[in-house]
């Protein structure tokens, strides 16, 4: 069974600071990995999305990387800012499957 | 661009009672998922249908059903509803095995 661990729980840093935010699978078997945010009792937005074949994605100030044989993927949040505040989840889709698993999340909180 | 769209947002039932959440996926995604998220944990996995047919199946309850019609519009139908089955419902679509899925802004659902 897929499980999703993100490390750490909750993170709370001062603004300015770069992050990385860790996630780990179980099963290599994945189609992709996506990032999500989500603030208080809110929707899920995508952040990223990385397929299997893919080693990084970026966008903005955001940058993921995927390292599918260790089950690892890390997101790395330049220059953080008190917007950036918020849940991030990540996700993996399984291979021969119609599902996405999620992590339980990192909340973080960027004090200006 | 057209999003993925849930109604009702709010929605409070007694105990007991039934209690029908309606998703429309974005135009020609064929893929409707939809999950449930408890307060304070991450959204778990209920069921898919890609094509109008059963893809995947989660941990759904018996007391759920749900399908997806001829428009591809999804309805999650939930019955003998109980204290714990208080949640934000999303839905997400997709198209085809893309496994790039995008989410609706979620149901709440209380119930009393």
């Known amino acids: 069974k897929q499980e999703v661990t993100q490390i750490p729980a909750a993170l709370s840093v001062p603004e300015g600071e770069n992050l990385v935010l860790n996630c780990s699978f179980t099963?290599?078997?994945?189609?992709?990995l996506q990032w999500f945010r989500q603030d208080p009792g809110k929707g899920l937005t995508s952040l990223l999305l990385?397929?299997?074949?893919?080693r990084e994605q970026t966008s903005g100030r955001l940058n993921a990387s995927l390292d599918k044989s260790s089950g690892r993927s890390t997101l790395y949040i330049a220059a953080s800012q008190p917007g950036d505040s918020a849940t991030y989840l990540c996700?993996?889709?399984?291979?021969?499957?119609?599902?996405?698993?999620f992590g339980s999340g990192t909340r973080l909180l960027v004090r200006p | 661009a057209a999003g993925v769209i849930q109604s009702p947002r709010h929605l409070i039932k007694e105990k007991r009672e039934t209690a029908t959440l309606k998703c429309y996926p974005i135009?020609?995604?064929?893929?409707v998922y939809w999950y449930q998220q408890g307060p304070g944990q991450d959204p778990q996995f209920l069921i898919s249908?890609?094509?109008?047919?059963?893809?995947d199946k989660g941990s759904i309850p018996d007391r759920f059903s749900a399908q997806q019609f001829s428009d591809y519009h999804s309805e999650l139908n939930m019955s003998s509803l109980e204290l714990g089955d208080s949640a934000l419902y999303f839905c997400?679509?997709?198209?085809?095995?893309?496994?790039?899925?995008?989410f609706g802004e979620g149901s709440r659902l209380t119930v009393l």
């Open positions: 997400a679509s997709s198209w085809g095995g893309t496994g790039e899925l995008f």
């Open positions: 099963d290599s078997a994945i189609y992709n």
């Open positions: 990385i397929q299997s074949s893919q």
């Open positions: 996700a993996v889709f399984l291979d021969s499957s119609y599902k996405l698993i």
């Open positions: 135009p020609r995604h064929d893929t």
């Open positions: 249908f890609y094509e109008k047919m059963q893809s």
